[in-house]
């Protein structure tokens, strides 16, 4: 390997995370092009994993597991969108009622090409038992609404929301919360979902009048990238 | 051509889709990388809500490990440690340093991968040997504990530009002694 000590010390401290964020990017931008300095960072990965060894290894709790296996499980229970427009809910008006909001915050439904996730936002709420998915596909401008788990609220709708960093809420949309949703996003804020988090309110029927959330919040958690 | 490891085989599964394949790499790594998100958040709650954040990429970033060059251990350990990085930062409101797992993405055409084999391990711990005791230990609580440049000043009660110093030296030295 032939790269310079300058270039292996920063393919070592990008490795252990010492790196700031610029220069992380920067590092990892220079990996994409220059096999060298891929090279420099597997052979630090490879060799600090030795390391490993002296993680004390701990069995975690079952249910850990068995969360993972209703996820999985819920995945593989999705509807491709292909295939909801043989179904009556796609006539429905709430199905017709969600989409009209969507279209309202300036998103289109759209048939999804390869969706490949680069951020998901786990939701839970501690008050109702709703659980919800939220997957973004940057490159594709692709965003996915994954109901796992809870139902209807008699007294509204479920309404999702995103912020970026400390910036004010921008709504995605009422939530359909028995079908798996896919839509388009042409908005500018995707680059700055390694700094945000989504939320999940309940607003009046159809979603909140006023455009910022007005009722209680029932989830938040921050965006992480896959 | 190199035989396929058992963890290699279940993560091509795992890349279709298979959920068994799923269960059996949960089964046989996730006391390791539990081991790792607990050292480095020092919180079992939320090392085990890491921990199945960690699983979730590894169930949608499968497909993309063959090309990363990292071996499959490494590139499991590595998906946990950054995670758990990650979270550790988040909490203590430094939104710097950010490890967001590039080798996940990596497409481009790796050397070949090294396994851990007992020698290079013991050529990692005994060229930390050969660095002052402190210096070792600050390699160390970067790698297993995730710790920044700013924790390790604090930890050993330097500036911040003398631990980069000291770290950066160490690095250098190590790799000189490990070789290439």
Redesign the interface.
């Known amino acids: 390997?032939n790269s310079s000590?300058e270039q292996?010390?920063i393919a070592?401290?990008y490795t252990?995370?010492?790196?700031?964020?610029a220069d992380?990017q920067a590092?990892?931008q220079k990996?994409?092009t220059d096999?060298v300095a891929?090279?420099a960072?597997?052979?630090w990965?490879?060799?600090?994993?030795?390391?490993?060894?002296?993680?004390?290894?701990?069995?975690?709790?079952e249910h850990?597991?068995h969360?993972?296996?209703n996820?999985?499980?819920a995945q593989?229970d999705v509807i491709p969108l292909t295939k909801l427009d043989q179904k009556e809910k796609y006539r429905s008006p709430l199905w017709a009622m969600a989409a009209a909001v969507v279209l309202a915050v300036g998103i289109w439904l759209a048939i999804p090409a390869q969706f490949e996730?680069n951020y998901?936002t786990?939701l839970v709420s501690e008050t109702t038992d709703l659980v919800v998915d939220v997957f973004v596909d940057v490159d594709d401008k692709q965003l996915r609404i994954e109901p796992l788990q809870g139902s209807a609220s008699l007294e509204g709708d479920y309404e999702l929301w995103v912020a970026i960093g400390d910036g004010a809420p921008m709504s995605l949309g009422v939530l359909d919360i028995n079908n798996v949703q896919e839509i388009s996003l042409d908005v500018s804020w995707l680059a700055g979902l390694?700094?945000a988090h989504m939320a999940i309110s309940l607003e009046p029927k159809g979603g909140s009048p006023t455009g910022q959330p007005t009722g209680p919040v029932l989830a938040v958690a921050?965006t992480?990238?896959? | 051509m190199r035989e396929l490891s058992e963890i290699e085989q279940m993560l091509i599964d795992i890349a279709k889709?298979n959920?068994q394949a799923?269960?059996e790499l949960?089964d046989c790594t996730?006391?390791?990388l539990?081991?790792?998100c607990?050292?480095v958040l020092e919180d079992e709650a939320t090392a085990?809500d890491v921990?199945?954040?960690a699983?979730?990429?590894i169930?949608?970033?499968a497909a993309q490990y063959q090309s990363n060059?990292?071996?499959p251990?490494?590139w499991l350990?590595?998906i946990a440690r950054?995670?758990a990085?990650?979270r550790r930062r988040?909490q203590a409101s430094k939104?710097?340093?950010?490890?967001?797992?590039?080798?996940?993405e990596?497409q481009?055409?790796?050397?070949e991968?090294?396994a851990?084999s007992s020698q290079?391990?013991r050529?990692?711990?005994d060229c930390l040997n050969t660095l002052e005791p402190d210096r070792a230990d600050a390699?160390?609580g970067?790698?297993?504990e995730?710790l920044?440049?700013a924790d390790l000043a604090e930890q050993f009660s330097v500036p911040l530009n003398t631990m980069r110093t000291w770290?950066?030296r160490s690095?250098?030295k190590?790799?000189g002694c490990?070789g290439?």
Request: net charge negative; aromatic share 10%.
């Open positions: 390997m000590p292996h010390v070592a401290e252990l995370g010492l790196l700031s964020s992380a590092f990892e990996m994409q096999p891929k090279a960072y597997i052979y990965a490879e060799h600090f994993a030795n390391l490993s060894d002296q993680w004390d290894e701990s069995i975690p709790p850990i597991k969360q993972l296996e996820y999985l499980k593989s996730a998901q786990h390694s700094n921050d992480v990238a896959l | 889709g959920q799923f269960s949960y996730s006391a390791k539990y081991g790792v607990l050292r085990q921990l199945q954040e699983y979730i990429k169930w949608h970033k060059g990292l071996s251990m490494t350990i590595t950054n995670s990085i990650d988040s939104p710097t340093e950010s490890m967001e797992d590039y080798e996940l990596s481009q055409d790796g050397p991968q090294c851990h290079t391990q050529q990692l711990e390699v160390k970067a790698y297993l995730g920044s440049y770290l950066r690095l250098l190590l790799q490990m290439q």
